[in-house]
Nanobody
Framework: QVQLVESGGGSVQAGGSLRLSCAAS????????MGWYRQSPGKQRDLVAA?????????ADSVQGRFTITRDNTKDTVYLQLQMDNLRPEDTAVYFC????????WGPGTQVTVSS
């Protein structure tokens, strides 16, 4: 059984910061690369940041240098964070966490709104 719960979204002005958190319950997450995805209305869900089980991060070009992904593991839970700095209006989206090979049971996501 797996569960994904995201939190930490909100509304900020351009240039501001937010920190997202995710609790990913399930041993499948502990051994796999994890990622943050985002989806804007009418667009597909895209992977914007990922981190391997050995804590090696990777970022989409659009967020490189502004977002930082980190993870902490317990035996059967991954705690995933996304520090988002220098936010832009185009970062507005619902943000989700999941493994890089995503499981079907997505969490509810957390809304991030950046105003200009």
């Amino acid at each position: 059984q797996v569960q994904l719960v995201e939190s930490g979204g909100g509304s900020v002005q351009a240039g501001g910061s937010l920190r997202l958190s995710c609790a990913a319950s399930g041993s499948i997450f502990v051994v796999n690369s994890m990622g943050w995805y985002r989806q804007s209305p009418g667009k597909q869900r895209d992977l914007v940041a990922a981190i391997s089980s050995h804590n090696v991060p990777n970022y989409a070009d659009s967020v490189q240098g502004r977002f930082t992904i980190t993870r902490d593991n317990t035996k059967d839970t991954v705690y995933l964070q996304l520090q988002m700095d220098n936010l832009r209006p185009e970062d507005t989206a619902v943000y989700f966490c999941n493994s890089v090979l995503p499981v079907d049971d997505w969490g509810p996501g957390t809304q991030v709104t950046v105003s200009s």
